[in-house]
T-cell receptor, first 116, second 110 residues
Framework: GAVVSQHPSRVICKSGTSVKIECRSL??????MFWYRQFPKQSLMLMAT?????????EQGVEKDKFLINHASLTLSTLTVTSAHPEDSSFYIC????????????FGPGTRLTVL | KNEVEQSPQNLTAQEGEFITINCSYS?????LHWLQQHPGGGIVSLFM???GKKKHGRLIATINIQEKHSSLHITASHPRDSAVYIC????????????FGKGTHLIIQP
C-alpha cells in the first residue's frame, strides 16, 4: 500500500535554531502534500498545502516566513521551522495525495518537535 | 469554514461490545475520512467515503449527505481497537486539506 515517511520522528532543539522535517511518499508520486500540526489534546490543524514546483498555500494565522515549505519533487516535501520557540513544540504530520489512483490522502507517522 | 463535531469525546467499553462514533459537519463536503490515531501519534486512514456505506473487517462507516452526518461502527470490539478515532472532511475538491474533528478517545477493556 501507499507509504509516507517522515524524518525525523522526534527532534529536540534549542530555542532560536531551525529544524527541517522531511516528508516522503515512498511508493507513489504526490502532486500535493499537506502539513498539519497537532497541539496536545487538540485536533489536527492544516498549516499549509504544498504543490510540487509551486509556492505553498498557507492557512490563516500560519506565518509563511517561519514555516518554510519546499516541494521540490513529486516524492518529497520539507517543512523548516525557522528560529524555533517553545510555543512551536508540537506534533507535525504530513499527508500526501497521489498523482494517480484513489482520491485520498496518505498520512506520515508524524514528527514530535520539542523546543527547549 | 466547516465545523466538524464528534461524539462522544471519550468512550470506554468492554471487549466484544458494538461501538458507534458519530460525526456531523456544517457545510457540504466532497469526502469524509475516518482516521485512527495511536498513542504514539501515527495516523492510519480507515475510510474515505462520499456516500453510502463501506465495510472493512469489523469496521463499518456510513454517511448521510443530506443530514451531514457520518458514523463509524466497530463490531466485536477488542482491546487493540483502543485509539483515538478522528473524523475529517474535504470541503472542496480532493486536493483540499482536511478539517478535523477533535477525535473520540476509545478504550476497550478486556
Amino acid at each position: 500500500g501507499a507509504v509516507v515517511s517522515q524524518h525525523p520522528s522526534r527532534v529536540i532543539c534549542k530555542s532560536g535554531t531551525s529544524v527541517k522535517i522531511e516528508c516522503r511518499s515512498l511508493d507513489f508520486q504526490a502532486t500535493t502534500m499537506f502539513w498539519y500540526r497537532q497541539f496536545p489534546k487538540q485536533s489536527l490543524m492544516l498549516m499549509a498545502t504544498s504543490n510540487e514546483g509551486s509556492k505553498a498555500t498557507y492557512e490563516q494565522g500560519v506565518e509563511k516566513d517561519k514555516f518554510l515549505i519546499n516541494h521540490a519533487s513529486l516524492t518529497l516535501s520539507t517543512l523548516t521551522v525557522t528560529s524555533a520557540h517553545p510555543e512551536d513544540s508540537s506534533f507535525y504530520i504530513c499527508s500526501a495525495k497521489p498523482a494517480a489512483g484513489p482520491d485520498t490522502q496518505y498520512f506520515g507517522p508524524g514528527t514530535r518537535l520539542t523546543v527547549l | 469554514k466547516n465545523e466538524v463535531e464528534q461524539s462522544p469525546q471519550n468512550l470506554t467499553a468492554q471487549e466484544g461490545e458494538f461501538i458507534t462514533i458519530n460525526c456531523s459537519y456544517s457545510v457540504g463536503i466532497s469526502a469524509l475520512h475516518w482516521l485512527q490515531q495511536h498513542p504514539g501519534g501515527g495516523i492510519v486512514s480507515l475510510f474515505m467515503l462520499s456516500s453510502g456505506k463501506k465495510k472493512h473487517g469489523r469496521l463499518i462507516a456510513t454517511i448521510n449527505i443530506q443530514e451531514k452526518h457520518s458514523s463509524l461502527h466497530i463490531t466485536a470490539s477488542h482491546p487493540r481497537d483502543s485509539a483515538v478515532y478522528i473524523c475529517a472532511v474535504n470541503s472542496g475538491g480532493g486536493a483540499d486539506g482536511l478539517t478535523f474533528g477533535k477525535g473520540t478517545h476509545l478504550i476497550i477493556q478486556p
